[in-house]
């Protein structure tokens, strides 16, 4: 498959393409709002991967293009520019899954606190943004990109799945499964992303108050 | 310390009960509303203990007469019952710790939803509820109380614990640690709670939609 990582060029972005190409067979895209970016960053992961041994090749594409040539679009853009990326590519997504990983939080002098939008949570905000006949999947959005984008680190991690396509989420799952250290699990629809979503600032309150904790992810059993 | 468990005949109650007097030096109180009921689930906690070779004793009393005597009071009721159970107490509950396991869920045709009360979460309604000089501590939100209760099962899980008041934290999250298996994590403070009780419906939702998976706990790392 074809996986384009919208706003590619960091954070979870840069974890999930490195690791993408080292571990699967599937073709990354990187995308940026600019092709220069998106070619820069995709050089260096090449790089990053060659100097462990891998010769991938890593594409690169401004956001809407890298879009239309895939098969799973990440939309892997902070909270906040959610609605205005997935609307800059709604026309280049057709047969396309579309993934949305964001959290929105925010912080006080308490912490970090879950802040979902109206519609209850960022992934269900992606769905209602996507043209109709387009996906929605939740997923990845509990993985720290610290330790997702550092290739020497081993993960051992759940990645709780949300979507009202069983198809487009058994792709997804699919996809996560091939990551060495993610398990995909199924979290159920759309209506049960906030849940899911709610445990990234709970683990970013663990890591600040827990001596030796850091980059956490979580693991159910 | 002597620790009080209102509601201690069910639920959450029985395993915090039998794994608290199996695995800690401190004294479990099993309360409930009616004395009697309170007796009935100690004896049978004893008989379980015994039958594995424990001989640990187990005192009951009606719950305002548990809490009296208790240097940590853990409020193990369903969340609906959560403001009736202390304020029947409050009187009683001079020179306590109160801790709130409760979760406000809500199921629906997909799934289990967390639904907290409009103070924001059950532990905060707890505090509201609790006299001013009274520390309220959450934890054990995140426990099944299935796999919690069968004595002959190893635990492995992780007890997000908030709260405003260090020492009150301090003393559950010794507690915490003392039970084989459970191991206490600090999760800031009250204002934090609505993420830790948010994953209990995530729990439940994994185990209804996971083949092999059931009674989940969390491990953060």
């Known amino acids: 498959m074809q996986i384009a990582l919208l706003g590619g060029t960091g954070d979870i972005g840069e974890g999930l393409a490195l690791r993408l190409a080292r571990d699967t067979d ?22 990053a991967l060659a100097d462990r041994g891998h010769s991938d090749d890593i594409e690169a594409a401004e956001n809407a293009t890298a879009a239309a040539d895939a098969d799973v679009v990440v939309c892997s853009v902070p ?29 006080d002098e308490s912490g970090v606190g879950y802040n979902p939008p109206g519609v209850g949570s960022v992934t269900a905000l992606a769905a209602a943004v996507a043209p109709d006949d387009v996906p929605v999947v939740g997923a990845f959005h509990n993985l720290a990109a610290a330790r ?9 991690w759940d990645v709780p799945v949300v979507g009202d396509d069983a198809e487009a989420k058994a792709t997804v ?5 091939d990551i060495d250290g993610l398990r995909a ?3 159920g ?11 990234t600032p709970l ?3 663990l890591a600040a108050n ?3 904790m850091h980059d956490l992810g979580v693991k159910f059993w």
């Open 26 to 47: 599937h073709q990354v895209i990187v995308g940026s709002r600019e092709a220069g970016k998106a070619e820069a960053a995709a050089d260096e992961y090449e790089a």
């Open 79 to 107: 909270a906040y520019y959610l609605s205005d990326t997935i609307e800059a590519v709604a026309d280049d997504l057709a047969d396309t899954v579309l993934v949305s990983p964001a959290v929105g939080m925010q912080r």
């Open 148 to 156: 997702l984008s550092t290739l020497d680190a081993d993960l051992d």
């Open 173 to 177: 799952s699919e996809l996560t499964d």
């Open 185 to 187: 699990l199924d979290a």
């Open 189 to 199: 629809g759309l209506d049960n992303a906030s849940e899911v979503e709610a445990v």
């Open 203 to 205: 683990l970013i309150n």
């Open 210 to 212: 827990n001596d030796g």
